[in-house]
């Protein structure tokens, strides 16, 4: 049976060296398999030539290479590509490849939902189901890399990994730092730890456990200028509010030699888009080592929000440049097949609802 079996597809390096050290063989089986599973996409022990035919039996009797599975592909008119990826129960979450002309972003989910219950989120709206194993976070990039047509020896087509998908990345760290300690290794896809970012609503005490343990590129949802404001729309900001988070950014930024922080900014029409709103942010992030994301919302059934106009973004945009704060609008990507940031609601089942303090205030079930 497979559930027997340990699956070593998404373990990092020195996981795999502990797993090889039980069997009795030396570490550098770990980079072997490694090099086999990652580099040249390969889930079959038994064409793993390099590795002795007596070794790759008693791995397929022992262990498994088990990835996702695809459950269905939507292709955007703009090139960007969607897949929904069947998880165990029924349950689907969403992968997005963006193309550009001098990067390929993969967008990975690390949740099936999401506790956090920002008010703007399609996915926060579905409720959190359950965390993403390291395999199931690793395997989206797999699975793109082999549908996107990935030869070793070619062209690199996913050059950056951002965890802007379903989920809270840093509520699952467990799972996501094995995740990216693969993603960044030299026999893992090797992709290089500035092109890896993980985006957070603001769980503080992670973020510095991340500064320490892998110092990847940091994206954080702001979103709000203040903290009624942000309390609204981000409730852990509650529990961690402006002051304390961007603090811990600083520190993170510290760490990685003056690298900025990405700080993401919804544009909710008439609600975080005026003047005085952008006179705060500035005043936050003026001579800080930050860069603000102004992205457009992306409506989604139920909401009663609204896009903030264009002409709106601009001037928020101009207004932060004037107060010598890089920003950047974001281009929304794959609205037509609601690929685009917070419209990945994939598919929740036996939907559990947590607020703060994970008290849980609502059980609803549906069926697949
Ligand atoms: N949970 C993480 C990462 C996933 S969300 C986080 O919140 O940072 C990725 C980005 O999309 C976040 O900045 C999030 O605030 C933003 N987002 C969520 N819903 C959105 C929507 N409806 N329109 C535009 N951006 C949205
Ligand atoms: Fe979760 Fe991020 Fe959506 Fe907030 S914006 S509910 S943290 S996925």
Not at 245 to 252: D, G, I, T
Request: aromatic share 8%; glycine share 8%.
């Amino acid at each position: 049976m497979s559930d027997a079996r340990v699956n070593l597809f998404g373990l990092s390096r020195e996981g795999l060296e502990g797993f090889f050290a039980g069997l009795g063989e030396k570490p550098f089986r770990a980079r072997q398999l490694m090099t086999w599973m990652y580099r040249f996409g390969n889930a079959d022990f038994a064409t793993m030539t390099d590795i002795s035919k007596a070794l790759r039996t008693r791995l397929a009797e022992i262990a498994e290479i088990r990835t996702p599975e695809i459950r269905s592909l939507h292709d955007a008119g703009d090139g960007t590509r969607k897949w929904m990826l069947s998880m165990d129960g029924g349950q689907a979450i969403e992968t997005v490849f963006i193309p550009e002309p001098a990067r390929g972003t993969l967008c990975i989910s690390s949740q099936v939902g999401c506790a956090m219950d920002c008010s703007f989120c399609a996915t926060g709206k579905q409720g959190f189901n359950r965390n993403l194993s390291a395999a199931d976070i690793v395997g989206q990039v797999w699975l793109a890399n082999r549908e996107l047509g990935y030869r070793q020896d070619g062209d690199r087509i996913i050059t950056n990994v951002v965890f802007m998908g379903m989920g809270e990345p840093l509520a699952n760290y467990r799972q996501v730092l094995p995740a990216i300690r693969v993603l960044i290794d030299d026999f893992g896809f090797n992709i290089s730890r500035r092109r890896v970012t993980v985006s957070t609503s603001g769980l503080v005490p992670q973020i510095d456990r991340l500064a320490e343990d892998c110092n990847v590129a940091l994206a954080v949802s702001l979103h709000a200028a203040d903290d009624a404001l942000r309390d609204a729309l981000v409730p852990i900001n509650r529990r961690h509010p402006i002051e304390e988070l961007l603090e811990a950014c600083w520190r993170y930024a510290e760490r990685g030699a003056g690298r900025h922080i990405t700080f993401e900014y919804v544009m909710l029409d008439g609600v975080n888009d005026g003047e005085a709103d952008m006179r705060r942010l500035a005043k936050l992030l003026a001579n800080r080592p930050a860069k603000v994301n102004l992205i457009p919302f992306n409506p989604f059934p139920g909401t009663d929000y609204r896009r903030s106009p264009l002409p709106v973004i601009e001037r928020c945009r101009d207004q932060l440049l004037r107060k010598g704060v890089r920003t950047t609008i974001r281009r929304t990507r794959g609205d037509d097949i609601d690929a685009a940031c917070g419209q990945l609601a994939g598919q929740v089942n036996d939907r559990m609802r947590y607020r703060l303090g994970n008290k849980l205030v609502s059980i609803s079930a549906r069926a697949s």
